[in-house]
């Protein structure tokens, strides 16, 4: 102690010495307790500096759409990166419901994490584990390994970040309906869709085996779908082409025992999409023998029967099973639900970020994907800001002149704005402040500019929780981490009505590029951009060739087409592996 003492009113005669103490305590890290010591007015200084001037830790949770878009996009040399995943390959979900019936294999869909990232022009560390805890005061994260139990070395370990991205998806929704957990199968990462492959051979081989009765063989054939989502229908469409096509030449003496059933609660299968595609796809089940069964409710599962009720009679039917897969929509994993507590969301379902995808209630956490939903601001929040911004003269109304100065800055700060004039078929924005009769006015006051914009909040629409949002919020993500040094001197967003200012950058706005539906039969629908509808075998190339082209390597890419090529000359294999 004597020693420490002395040495302590040396360096504070000498404080040469004591930064020199400091940077060869820092290279040697000998000394690094005594030289953290305040013991003069230069050594903080010194920390902020190396603080400022070292790179900033980006921490992505994730490797999914959201995760590996973000990654592909950002300019690595500019931060210190890593990322944290229990699964060390990114999967292409959409073909999923191909490799449960072998259509495509598994291993043609996933790309390794490190591949991906080995190409980047700087280092991303990967750690195979998965977050457990986010921790946003200390701004850390606490994970465990995914990796072996038994090899030597602890499990657990924290990480710290100056920015935090979560990217974590969803997990599948049971609605805690009882029996589901236990009986069910699920269609949402590549093992779920290898056991459902394994699973729909194991039914025919146990309807094939000898001293059963036709009943026990027509039930171990009676598979059943909870969910007329797109996954749902598409896995519907799937098995029926597996069975019909490859299957039954294999199992012909039980070929007509197979069943499959749909079950949907609400009244159309995939009713998300314009309705000639749902009454479409309804139509060709009930040509395929799918039976569709709309408007029930399943109330139980048990590993032989599955309870239903029809909610048109109040009815109850216990319809015996082969197998169940459940694909009725996605919940929140516990790792975020723990976080939104922390965060004061606990009230909410989905983690809230703003529109520049920043975790509400919290700094330097950013969310993507399925485990967020964008908390759209609200026009008439601000509607008295906005007015008085635009009414540059002070005089208590507002000119269309004042109005159109505005305008740029209200459509992309409030999107809703573009989708209320789209669906009114109004073709100026300048058209909201027409008068009842629908002529032009010269000048509104604010109640005549709040009546104007009172509906316009309507329009809000949360974005769905689909590959095509998470990977353009990836990619919106990095094009802002890449410009932020520039974007801080020249904001590039929108005014701040409220405070004054601008936006450093604009808020994200998703393109809905349009949606797929495979229906089997080498036909499909597909909703484009513009109100356009197609369905039949030419979508179902279109499909073949988009799908391929938004492979995330050429590997893959020659994988997924090898698949298809493959299934048309050999058909799909039957092989319980
Ligand atoms: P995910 O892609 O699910 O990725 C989440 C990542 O987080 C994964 O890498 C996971 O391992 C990791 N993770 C999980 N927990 C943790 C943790 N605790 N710590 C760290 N990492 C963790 N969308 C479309 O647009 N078109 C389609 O045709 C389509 N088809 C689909 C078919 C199926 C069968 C399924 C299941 C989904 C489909 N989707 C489709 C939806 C699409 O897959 C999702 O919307 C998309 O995957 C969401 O991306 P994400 O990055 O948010 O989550």
């Given at each position: 102690?004597?020693?420490?003492s002395?040495?302590?009113?040396?360096?504070?005669?000498?404080?040469?010495?004591?930064?020199?103490?400091?940077?060869s305590?820092?290279?040697?890290?000998?000394?690094?307790?005594?030289?953290?010591?305040?013991?003069?007015?230069?050594?903080?200084?010194?920390?902020l500096?190396?603080?400022?001037?070292r790179?900033?830790?980006?921490?992505?949770?994730?490797?999914?759409?959201?995760?590996?878009?973000?990654?592909?996009?950002?300019?690595?040399?500019?931060?210190?990166?890593?990322?944290?995943?229990?699964?060390?390959?990114?999967?292409?979900?959409?073909?999923?419901?191909?490799?449960?019936?072998?259509?495509?294999?598994?291993?043609?869909?996933?790309?390794?994490?490190?591949?991906?990232?080995?190409?980047?022009?700087?280092?991303?560390?990967?750690?195979?584990?998965?977050?457990?805890?986010?921790?946003?005061?200390?701004?850390?994260?606490?994970?465990?390994?995914?990796?072996?139990?038994?090899?030597?070395?602890?499990?657990?370990?924290?990480?710290?970040?100056?920015?935090?991205?979560?990217?974590?998806?969803?997990?599948?929704?049971?609605?805690?309906?009882?029996?589901?957990?236990?009986?069910?199968?699920?269609?949402?990462?590549?093992?779920?869709?290898?056991?459902?492959?394994?699973?729909?051979?194991?039914?025919?081989?146990?309807?094939?085996?000898?001293?059963?009765?036709e009943?026990?063989?027509?039930?171990?054939?009676?598979?059943?779908?909870?969910?007329?989502?797109?996954?749902?229908?598409?896995?519907?469409?799937?098995?029926?082409?597996?069975?019909?096509?490859?299957?039954?030449?294999?199992?012909?003496?039980?070929?007509?025992?197979?069943?499959?059933?749909?079950?949907?609660?609400?009244?159309?299968?995939?009713?998300t999409?314009?309705?000639?595609?749902?009454?479409?796809a309804?139509?060709?089940?009930?040509?395929?023998?799918?039976?569709?069964?709309?408007?029930?409710?399943?109330?139980?599962?048990?590993?032989?029967?599955?309870?239903?009720?029809?909610?048109?009679?109040?009815?109850?039917?216990?319809i015996?099973?082969?197998?169940?897969?459940?694909?009725?929509?996605?919940?929140?994993?516990?790792?975020v639900?723990?976080?939104?507590?922390?965060?004061?969301?606990?009230?909410?379902k989905?983690?809230?970020?703003?529109?520049?995808?920043?975790?509400?209630?919290?700094?330097d956490?950013?969310?993507?994907?399925?485990?967020?939903?964008?908390d759209?601001?609200?026009?008439?929040?601000?509607?008295?800001?906005?007015?008085?911004?635009?009414?540059?003269?002070?005089?208590?109304?507002?000119?269309?002149?004042?109005f159109?100065?505005?305008?740029?800055?209200?459509?992309?700060?409030?999107?809703?704005?573009?989708?209320?004039?789209?669906?009114?078929?109004?073709?100026?924005?300048?058209d909201?402040?027409?008068?009842?009769?629908g002529?032009?006015?010269d000048?509104?006051?604010?109640?005549?500019?709040?009546?104007?914009?009172?509906?316009?909040?309507?329009q809000?629409?949360?974005?769905?929780?689909?590959?095509?949002?998470?990977?353009?919020?990836?990619?919106?993500?990095?094009?802002?981490?890449?410009?932020?040094?520039?974007?801080?001197?020249?904001p590039?967003?929108?005014?701040?009505?409220?405070?004054?200012?601008?936006?450093?950058?604009?808020?994200?706005?998703?393109?809905?590029?349009?949606?797929?539906?495979?229906?089997?039969?080498?036909?499909?629908?597909?909703?484009?951009?513009?109100?356009?509808?197609?369905?039949?075998?030419?979508?179902?190339?279109?499909?073949?060739?988009?799908?391929?082209?938004?492979?995330?390597?050429?590997?893959?890419?020659?994988?997924?087409?090898?698949?298809?090529?493959?299934?048309f000359?050999?058909?799909?294999?039957?092989?319980?592996?």
């Amino acid at each position: 102690m004597r020693f420490f003492s002395y040495f302590n009113k040396f360096l504070r005669s000498h404080p040469s010495s004591a930064k020199l103490l400091v940077l060869s305590s820092i290279s040697g890290g000998g000394l690094v307790a005594y030289a953290d010591l305040p013991s003069d007015k230069e050594k903080p200084s010194l920390a902020l500096e190396q603080e400022e001037t070292r790179k900033k830790r980006v921490l992505v949770l994730g490797t999914g759409w959201a995760g590996i878009s973000f990654l592909k996009d950002l300019d690595i040399s500019s931060y210190d990166v890593q990322v944290v995943s229990p699964r060390n390959y990114f999967a292409f979900t959409p073909l999923l419901p191909s490799v449960t019936c072998g259509t495509v294999e598994a291993r043609s869909i996933v790309e390794p994490v490190r591949n991906i990232v080995k190409k980047r022009n700087g280092e991303v560390k990967f750690w195979e584990a998965e977050c457990l805890k986010v921790d946003a005061v200390n701004k850390k994260v606490i994970c465990r390994s995914y990796v072996n139990e038994n090899l030597p070395g602890k499990n657990e370990f924290s990480l710290e970040y100056d920015y935090l991205v979560v990217a974590v998806g969803a997990q599948v929704n049971t609605f805690n309906t009882p029996g589901v957990e236990e009986n069910c199968y699920f269609l949402k990462e590549v093992e779920d869709a290898q056991s459902i492959r394994r699973a729909v051979i194991d039914c025919f081989e146990k309807a094939v085996l000898p001293e059963l009765t036709e009943e026990e063989r027509r039930i171990n054939l009676h598979f059943v779908i909870v969910g007329g989502g797109p996954t749902g229908v598409e896995f519907a469409a799937e098995l029926h082409d597996f069975v019909h096509e490859d299957l039954v030449k294999i199992y012909p003496s039980v070929k007509d025992l197979v069943a499959i059933s749909l079950i949907q609660s609400g009244d159309h299968i995939l009713n998300t999409y314009d309705e000639r595609i749902s009454s479409f796809a309804e139509q060709k089940f009930q040509r395929d023998g799918i039976e569709v069964l709309t408007g029930h409710r399943v109330l139980s599962v048990s590993d032989r029967l599955i309870d239903v009720k029809a909610k048109s009679t109040g009815q109850n039917v216990s319809i015996p099973h082969g197998m169940v897969v459940w694909s009725t929509g996605v919940g929140t994993r516990p790792v975020v639900k723990d976080f939104m507590e922390q965060i004061g969301q606990g009230n909410r379902k989905v983690l809230a970020t703003d529109e520049w995808l920043r975790v509400k209630g919290c700094d330097d956490v950013y969310g993507l994907g399925d485990c967020t939903t964008v908390d759209q601001k609200k026009i008439m929040e601000d509607i008295s800001a906005i007015f008085e911004a635009a009414d540059k003269d002070k005089s208590g109304t507002l000119t269309i002149e004042e109005f159109k100065d505005v305008i740029e800055d209200v459509t992309i700060r409030y999107p809703q704005v573009e989708l209320y004039l789209q669906n009114n078929h109004l073709s100026d924005i300048t058209d909201l402040l027409k008068g009842a009769d629908g002529n032009e006015r010269d000048e509104v006051d604010i109640e005549e500019f709040k009546l104007a914009l009172a509906n316009v909040d309507k329009q809000t629409k949360s974005l769905p929780a689909t590959a095509q949002v998470a990977a353009q919020q990836g990619a919106y993500l990095a094009r802002c981490f890449n410009k932020r040094e520039k974007c801080k001197a020249e904001p590039e967003g929108p005014r701040k009505f409220r405070s004054g200012g601008r936006h450093e950058f604009r808020p994200f706005r998703y393109r809905h590029l349009g949606q797929f539906a495979p229906l089997g039969g080498e036909q499909a629908a597909a909703e484009l951009p513009g109100d356009w509808v197609s369905v039949g075998h030419s979508t179902q190339w279109l499909w073949y060739s988009i799908y391929a082209s938004k492979q995330v390597s050429w590997r893959t890419r020659y994988l997924v087409v090898g698949d298809w090529t493959r299934r048309f000359v050999f058909g799909r294999d039957s092989s319980r592996i």
